[in-house]
C-alpha cells in the first residue's frame, strides 16, 4: 500500500489517453509543466522576501543603542523629595 506498481501506471496512462486525446496530452503536459514553473518561482520569491526581512531586523537591530546598564539598588542612595523635608521641619 502506498506504493504504484506498473500496473498502476498503465491504467492511468489508459485512462488519460481516453480522456484528453492523444492530440491534447502534450499540451496538456506542457501547461502543467508551466504551472509547476510558476508555483515554483513564487515559492522561491517568497523565501527570498522572509529572507530579506530578516536580513533587514539584523541590520536594525545592529544599529539600535544597547539599553543603559542595570542598577543596583543597594548601591545607589535613595532619592530624597524635597517636598517631604519641608513637612518634616
Do not use: C, Y
Not at 498503465?10 to 510558476?38: C, E, Q, T
Not at 515554483?40 to 530578516?54: F, P, R, S, Y
Not at 539600535?64 to 539598588?73: F, K, M, N, Y
Request: aromatic share 2%.
Amino acid at each position: 500500500m502506498g506504493s504504484l506498481r506498473p500496473w498502476h501506471i498503465a491504467v492511468l496512462v489508459v485512462v488519460l489517453v481516453l480522456l484528453f486525446g492523444a492530440k491534447r496530452l502534450p499540451d496538456a503536459a506542457r501547461s502543467l509543466g508551466r504551472s509547476l514553473r510558476i508555483i515554483k518561482a513564487e515559492t522561491k520569491g517568497l523565501v527570498d522576501d522572509d529572507k530579506n526581512l530578516a536580513e533587514k531586523a539584523d541590520a536594525q537591530a545592529a544599529h539600535r543603542p544597547l539599553p543603559p546598564p542595570a542598577v543596583d539598588r543597594d548601591q545607589v542612595p535613595p532619592v530624597t523629595d524635597p517636598v517631604h523635608r519641608v513637612r518634616e521641619n
